[in-house]
């Protein structure tokens, strides 16, 4: 059987890893070139494919796709761009097939959270009505750890590895300026609706009392009255008190504590919960905070990466490689815990079925019973995931990340198509 | 002569590798124990001597001491506290000569920015007026780098380095996410008056065109209407722009621009004048803004340090040791630049007189001539500062910071002293 090409694209919010996935898909592509021809990467995720906006991978030198595996971002540009049920646009489901038979193309990996999972699967299912052949992998990306039957999700463990970084040196300084200035410090850690993050930030304290003091989970109904009171009981405690906030908290109404903006898909911009629970600690305790929102930073932060998250990263990139050649779609290869220390995994298949659209939240055995911390089950569980340091290559003092060449794949189609 | 004690202390907003320059005072100290006694530390600053809280540092193994090298914070507490003037605070002052004599204090090292650097030429011209003989050396220490005379304040290469990695990290996020999603980034740099921390941010930039696209620096007045035609320009060329704004940008009527509260001393708690922006380019501009405030984090992140920094801290503690046993007072070790590149320096003496309550402010030559970027001139002066990578140790997947005993020295004054 003679080779076929791939189509690779990266989607959703990006991390500090989803390129040490483009480059296992990569290498172990290379190795199979009797089976996978060239690779082409979606420019913009599966806008690339709509438009026929093909980069050709295989122009790039090892040492450019090795780079990869130390690069945060998207390599190949990302996209928030969501395809609809096959009978809404079913249009866009014919255009890639399109596409994809124009550059013969027998593979498709979308490297990205739950919606590019649906989105796999949904091209698998229209490639097989329209009898077109091609296995559809789909490959985990998010830093919110929110997807189901994997034990984690590549991209996690370096996002909890960084805000658990922060807020212990966050912690260090709020303890030597606290006698005579600020007592609270308020770290925001992403994730909409699932406190994974949040929750990691709990592995900087070693023993009881150490901060961080106080959780705020998504999954937990934020009640000021209780927060307040539990600030007051660090206070005088410890004479300080140190929160980590998920920016998805919501009061008992169900709205998001931060809910003032909408961005363009209709969906609530967060951002910036910490201010506003710093304005009330202040007037309400009568005592100085800082807070910080680190925001992109916490996802693309690869100077801090879990070592431990980038292999994988690239395992998972591979094994989606290794699972279409064996014939395998509609599946997305999934990280099987079989112990917790040493933390020993490996890959196991999930069908895209049972992925798609499904939220991970932390289950309620991980919230302690005040709901302001975790459970030692949740340490078990969180520790391993940021273990090992995987310093990218420096070069003057900064990062040295990789930039491709990203040269367009000639178009074969004469039809353009409007996303 | 037989050997007498020395004060070490540690004031104002703590940074990466303060403790660095504790550790360099005391080995130094150890290694002089001919002449130097036990060394006591501060609890809190300024504050541990006028309450006679002193830390019996002798009792720390040199394990221990070492160990400083890699922590962030201030091992002995910091404080937000100023002396007034000898005449005002007369008492204060005859305060500190009096728990100093009374625990034999001939060396006092004050490690801090240009109030502590005030601070010790006061105690020193007490001491002189009492004829108590003591040696008072102040130590350089502000991620603001803003003291005068010294090619550069430790703990500022550090703040330099995670701001610059940390925009540059931002930036590859924001070029994947940009087509169909975030088009601008901001990042809030630490710096009330001085730019130097926004301006090292520039560093990201390897060639024209690279992130940041526009540098706000608090020593060039925000004009809304100049800015935004900045932005505009960006997104044009580029596509997306990423922005670093000091905390400290004022417009044309002086005023900060994030200037809602006080702190308790009066000072404008800046903090939060990135989201101010945000909302005016996506209310002006029409496009989706994310937007960072690191605060704390920047000025602890020790895991991301400079070495270069971290061997100035500790030179700086070392050279104070120095030159309290050859006799120096009323003096700062000085960082004195010998070449760019290589950098080349060595350590020199600075007069406290002529080091306190003067802030270093970028020259003029270091701003680019429409305010919005850097000169060559700047980016040699900056770029060597944050060289080399000095990463702490780290156990289960985070750094191992240190923390000392804190043993408190029997205290040998009746009298109690209310701060």
Redesign the interface.
């Known amino acids: 059987m003679a080779a076929r090409n791939a189509f690779y694209a990266?989607s959703g919010?990006?991390t500090?890893v989803i390129n040490a996935s483009a480059c296992g898909v990569l290498e172990a592509a290379r190795e199979h070139s009797d089976q996978i021809g060239k690779v082409y990467a979606g420019r913009?995720?599966i806008?690339g494919a709509l438009t026929e906006d093909l980069i050709d991978t295989s122009v790039e030198s090892a040492a450019a796709i090795g780079a990869l595996k130390h690069?945060?971002?998207?390599?190949f540009?990302?996209?928030?761009?969501k395809l609809g049920s096959i009978r809404d646009d079913r249009a866009q489901y014919e255009r890639l097939i399109e596409v994809f038979r124009a550059h013969d193309i027998g593979f498709f990996f979308y490297n990205g959270g739950g919606d590019s999972q649906d989105t796999a699967l949904k091209v698998s299912q229209m490639a097989a009505r329209l009898s077109y052949p091609i296995a559809c992998v789909g490959i985990p990306k998010t830093v919110d750890n929110d997807l189901p039957i994997t034990d984690c999700s590549p991209g996690f463990g370096s996002a909890a590895?960084y805000v658990?970084?922060?807020i212990?040196?966050?912690a260090?300084?709020?303890?030597?300026?606290s006698?005579?200035?600020t007592k609270v410090?308020l770290l925001e850690v992403m994730g909409r609706h699932a406190g994974w993050a949040t929750a990691a930030c709990a592995?900087?304290a070693e023993r009881e009392g150490d901060p961080p003091h106080i959780l705020l989970l998504p999954e937990v109904t934020f009640v000021e009255r209780r927060f307040l009171a539990k600030v007051k009981e660090a206070l005088e405690r410890h004479g300080h008190c140190v929160i980590a906030a998920s920016e998805g908290i919501k009061g008992s109404d169900s709205a998001f504590l931060a809910s003032g903006?909408q961005?363009?898909f209709g969906h609530a911009?967060l951002?910036?919960v910490v201010?506003l629970l710093s304005d009330l600690v202040?007037a309400e305790l009568g005592c100085?905070c800082?807070?910080?929102?680190?925001?992109?930073?916490q996802?693309?932060?690869?100077?801090?990466a879990?070592a431990t998250d980038v292999e994988q990263a690239y395992a998972v990139g591979r094994a989606a490689v290794e699972f279409a050649i064996a014939g395998k779609s509609a599946v997305m290869p999934a990280i099987r815990r079989q112990s917790d220390a040493p933390y020993r995994w490996d890959i196991v298949e999930a069908p895209l079925s049972e992925v798609a659209n499904r939220e991970k939240l932390l289950p309620s055995d991980f919230i302690s019973a005040d709901g302001f911390g975790i459970t030692e089950a949740a340490r078990r569980y969180l520790?391993p995931l940021?273990?090992?340091?995987a310093?990218p290559p420096?070069k003057?003092?900064?990062?040295d990340?990789a930039k491709l060449q990203n040269v367009r794949a000639q178009k074969k189609l004469a039809s353009e198509f409007a996303v």
């Not at 540009?77 to 761009?81: I, K, L, M, T």
């Not at 800082?290 to 925001?295: G, K, L, Q, T, Y």
């Not at 996802?299 to 801090?304: L, N, T």
Request: contains cysteine.
């Open positions: 990266q919010g990006v500090a913009n995720g806008i690069t945060p971002g998207a390599a540009g990302s996209c928030r761009y590895k658990a970084t922060s212990r040196e966050a260090f300084d709020l303890a030597a300026m006698p005579t200035s410090f592995l900087a903006r961005d363009a911009q951002g910036g201010p202040s100085r800082h807070w910080a929102v680190p925001d992109y930073l996802r693309s932060a690869r100077h801090i879990s520790a940021i273990c090992g340091e310093y420096f003057n003092g900064l990062p990340y």
